[in-house]
Nanobody, 111 residues
């Protein structure tokens, strides 16, 4: 499968918002599940959020109520809206597209 490409990461202060985007080519985009995971310094990668082809979403407890995953099949793009960011959200965020993972985008949240 084609490797997805993440964008939207950056350096923000605690309490601010950021929206990550992930795009990938392919006609199967609309019928596959998508997701996001992250890896913080010194920690293992953890699952953050997922969305099915039908639009059903699930979130890790650590981000529930603050993050929102959505998809735009017309643009072959999945988003992760991150609100009320905390320093502990600092990590490299990876997009899952089918069986493929992107290279990640760095999100750094300062106090």
């Amino acid at each position: 499968q084609v490797q997805p490409v993440e964008s939207g990461g950056g350096l923000v202060q605690a309490g601010e918002s950021l929206r990550l985007s992930c795009s990938a080519s392919g006609s199967i985009f609309s019928i596959i599940a998508l997701g996001w995971s992250r890896q913080a310094p010194g920690k293992q990668r953890e699952w953050v959020a997922s969305i099915t082809a039908g639009g059903s979403t699930n979130y890790a407890d650590s981000v529930k109520g603050r993050f929102t995953i959505s998809r735009d099949n017309a643009k072959n793009t999945v988003y992760l809206q991150m609100n009320s960011l905390k320093p502990e959200d600092t990590a490299v965020y990876y997009c899952k597209y089918g069986l493929s993972w992107g290279q990640g985008t760095q999100v750094t949240v300062s106090s």
